[in-house]
């Protein structure tokens, strides 16, 4: 089992930034690729970005790619998501996940934190 908390949500207005930590527990880390989603009201959960076991590649939905940047610590057990030029339609509940496979595909994502709310206003 894999325990996941993310952590680093909240308000901020449009143009800002902000970090998001994903803190692990349960098994080594570095074994799994780790994804990070989101799901605004009423709208599918979207991929966001996701990242290698061993950070070495990454890939971004098109609407983060640029302005999101996600990383890893396999010492501290963390992953990272950080945001920057936030826009309104970056709102969401944004929840970090884990795979043993490299992928965007939320079905092989096998353990999920419990979400943490970013709200982006004008």
């Known amino acids: 089992q894999v325990q996941l908390v993310e952590s680093g949500g909240g308000l901020v207005q449009a143009g800002g930034s902000l970090r998001l930590s994903c803190a692990a527990s349960g098994r080594t880390l570095s074994n799994y690729a780790m994804g990070w989603f989101r799901q605004a009201p009423g709208k599918r959960r979207e991929f966001v970005a996701r990242?290698?076991?061993?950070?070495?590649?990454?890939y971004y939905g098109d609407s983060v790619k640029g302005r999101f940047t996600i990383s890893r610590d396999n010492a501290k057990n963390t992953v990272y998501l950080q945001m920057n030029s936030l826009k309104l339609e970056d709102t969401a509940a944004y929840y970090c996940?884990?795979?043993?496979?490299?992928?965007?595909?939320?079905?092989?994502?096998?353990?999920w934190g419990q979400g943490t709310q970013v709200t982006v206003s004008s």
């Open positions: 996940a884990a795979s043993p496979a490299y992928t965007d595909d939320t079905t092989r994502y096998n353990y």
């Open positions: 990242i290698s076991g061993s950070g070495g590649r990454t």
